[in-house]
């Protein structure tokens, strides 16, 4: 359950300002979802991780989300930053991001963002790729590339970072995607967990 919260930080990379030439009513939309989103998941948070009752209602806002965005993908394709401004293109990759129960979906979505990516980096929320990607090569019992997919024991609250492949480029591959150091993302996990234990990174 853990993994699967995992992004609940990702909401303080979000601006608040308005878009122009943006689909208002899609952007609205997608910001409610996303609100939904992470007040069960910092629910959850503050019940120590224990509560199982707010488990079940994060799967179950996970599948109704999962549908919608299915709905908007097959409108629009992978929604860009003109369609829905850069909040919206966020949060269209954290609800993605959440639709675990979905792989090929996943799977899908990721494909749609890498060729918008490739005609135009600045339409896509690139960070989402590199995370997407991470999440989906965990799901398939492969090593990560970027270092993105934590697991967090609920009793004790010790970080576990999943299995990275060709550690040594780890952070030359996070930089390509905008992502910060791999200390400085921990940092931020355990921010929003409420961890204050030290994690050595250096035999991850």
Same mark, same amino acid.
């Given at each position: ?6 992004? %609940?930080? /990702? ?7 308005? &878009? ?5 009513? +899609?952007?609205? =939309? @997608? ?62 990759? %954290?609800? /993605? ?7 090929? &979906? ?5 494909? +749609?963002?890498? =060729? @918008? ?88």
């Amino acid at each position: 359950m853990s993994r699967v919260i995992m992004l %609940l930080f /990702v909401c303080s990379l979000l601006a608040t300002n308005a &878009f122009a030439q943006t689909n208002k009513e +899609l952007q609205i =939309e @997608l910001i409610q979802m996303f609100q939904e989103d992470q007040k069960a998941r910092q629910a959850f948070i503050d019940s120590k991780m224990q509560d199982e009752k707010l488990t079940f209602k994060i799967s179950e806002i996970d599948r109704r989300n999962t549908t919608r965005l299915k709905e908007i993908v097959k409108q629009y394709g992978w929604p860009s930053k003109t369609l829905i401004g850069e909040d919206g293109a966020a949060i269209a990759f %954290l609800l /993605v991001q959440h639709a675990d129960l979905n792989l090929d &979906f996943q799977k899908e979505c990721l494909i +749609l963002m890498e =060729e @918008l990516a490739l005609r135009n980096r600045q339409e896509v929320y690139l960070p989402g790729i590199a995370y997407l990607t991470d999440r989906i090569r965990i799901a398939d019992k492969k090593r990560q590339l970027y270092g993105s997919q934590v697991f967090i024991y609920p009793q004790t609250k010790e970080i576990i970072i999943y299995p990275i492949e060709d550690p040594d480029n780890l952070e030359k591959r996070r930089s390509a995607y905008g992502l910060p150091l791999m200390k400085e993302y921990v940092e931020q996990i355990k921010k929003a967990y409420g961890i204050t234990e030290d994690l050595n990174l250096e035999h991850q």
